[in-house]
Structure formats: structure tokens, C-alpha cells
């Protein structure tokens, strides 16, 4: 009930490339769906999120789609570069107000970016 | 301004021992949320501090406990340690009337052999 399964686990992209990452979530309460980014040795960061009113977010590189009846959302990597080399995650949750978001996680996507 | 900082980075412990981790919110934050992150695999939410007390908490068994102090700052305690117990544990800090963002330390990597 509570899953949210991410795909692929690994990923290797040439720069320039275009990296995608898949997550498909469960529950249908979850309304706040953010991906981190976690490099060796640091604690995840705050990459990019959406909330289910749209259907698409972009912040420079980073873009998020939401499709809110598959439940399913993605995030795209433009122009990837070294940089971007690193673990990301799709969360969900459910936002109360008040009340601090309780993430539940995907199991994570290994990116490396290429030369 | 200061980020989330967490203490101790690394430890070692046996199995049966207690420990304790410690973790300072960013400024302004009066959230504590801790995860614990096992090798390869995503953070699982442990539980969530708001004015001294548990709010929220995840499927974690009664070993795993914690604390708020007054100044925001936390504590979390596990009894009995398993080696499936080891693992990255992160703290995340958050302002309770901003529910998106949370801000994570660099957690502290226990081991228990």
C-alpha cells in the first residue's frame, strides 16, 4: 500500500544525453512527490517536486511528469552531465497540515554520466 | 547558516549494545523526522519529533526510540542492536507549517558486528 517501486536501478548516460527515471506509487492518497539526489558520503537533497495539480514541472535541467491515472511519475535529466553522476530517488507522501511530510522512498537509481 | 549536522559520522558497535545519535535541526526548523537507510536501498521514515513528542512514526520496532529537546535538537536510541540494524542513519529538518521540503544531515553510519 505504501510502495513506490523506481526503475531502473542502474542507468549509464553519455553526457549530452538525456537520463530518465521511472517511479509508479500505490497509494492514491499520496499527494507531494519529490526526487532526491544523493552523492557518496552526503545525505539526500532536495532535487525537484510536484504536487498532482499538474502535470509537468521543469527547474533548468530537471524535469518532472506526473501522470496522476497511471500513477506513475518520472524524472528527466537534459543535457546530462559528469556532475549529475550520482543516486537518486522518487518519494511520495501524504501532506497533512502541520505536520511534516513522512516520505516513503523508492529503492533508488544509481546514474552514471559519461565522457 | 548551519545545515542539519549529525554525530557521531561513523560507529561501531556489538550486538546487544545500545547507542545513541545525535542530530541538530537547521536554523529556524522545529521538525525532526530520522530514516534509516540501508546499503543499496532507499531511506525508511523511523518516526517524526514536533514539540518534544512522537508525531508520526514508521514500522519500527519499540528498540528504536527518540527525543526532542526544548532547542529542536534530537536524539535517537536503539536498544538490543541487530546487525540487520546497520545502516546510514539520517536526520531531516523541517519547519512543520512547510510541509514539502525536508532537509537532510550526512547521517551517521553505524555498524554492529
Known amino acids: 500500500q505504501q510502495q513506490v517501486k523506481q526503475s531502473p536501478q542502474s542507468l549509464i548516460v553519455q553526457k549530452g544525453g538525456i537520463s530518465i527515471i521511472n517511479c509508479a506509487y500505490e497509494n492514491t492518497a499520496f499527494d507531494y512527490f519529490p526526487w532526491y539526489q544523493q552523492f557518496p558520503g552526503k545525505g539526500p537533497a532536495l532535487l525537484i517536486a510536484i504536487r498532482p495539480d499538474v502535470s509537468e514541472k521543469k527547474e533548468g535541467r530537471f524535469t518532472i511528469s506526473f501522470n496522476k491515472s497511471a500513477k506513475q511519475f518520472s524524472l528527466h535529466i537534459m543535457d546530462s552531465q559528469p556532475g549529475d553522476s550520482a543516486t537518486y530517488f522518487c518519494?511520495?507522501?501524504?501532506?497533512?497540515?502541520?505536520?511534516?511530510?513522512?516520505?516513503?522512498f523508492g529503492t533508488g537509481t544509481r546514474l552514471q554520466v559519461t565522457l | 547558516d548551519a545545515g542539519v549536522t549529525q554525530s557521531p559520522t561513523h560507529l561501531i558497535k556489538t550486538r546487544g549494545q545500545q547507542v545513541t545519535l545525535r542530530c541538530s535541526p537547521k536554523s529556524g526548523h522545529d521538525t525532526v523526522s530520522w530514516y534509516q537507510q540501508a546499503l543499496g536501498q532507499g531511506p525508511q521514515f523511523i518516526f517524526q519529533?514536533?514539540?518534544?513528542?512522537?508525531?508520526q512514526r514508521g514500522n519500527f520496532p519499540d528498540r528504536f526510540s527518540g527525543h526532542q529537546f526544548p532547542n529542536y535538537s534530537s536524539e535517537l536510541n536503539v536498544n538490543a542492536l541487530l546487525l540487520g540494524d546497520s545502516a546510514l542513519y539520517l536526520c531531516?529538518?523541517?519547519?512543520?507549517?512547510?510541509?514539502?521540503?525536508?532537509?537532510f544531515g550526512e547521517g551517521s553510519r553505524l555498524t554492529v558486528l
Open positions: 519529533y514536533y514539540e518534544e513528542e512522537e508525531r
Open positions: 531531516a529538518s523541517s519547519w512543520t507549517w512547510n510541509t514539502g521540503e525536508l532537509f
Open positions: 518519494a511520495a507522501s501524504k501532506e497533512n497540515t502541520g505536520t511534516a511530510s513522512k516520505l516513503t
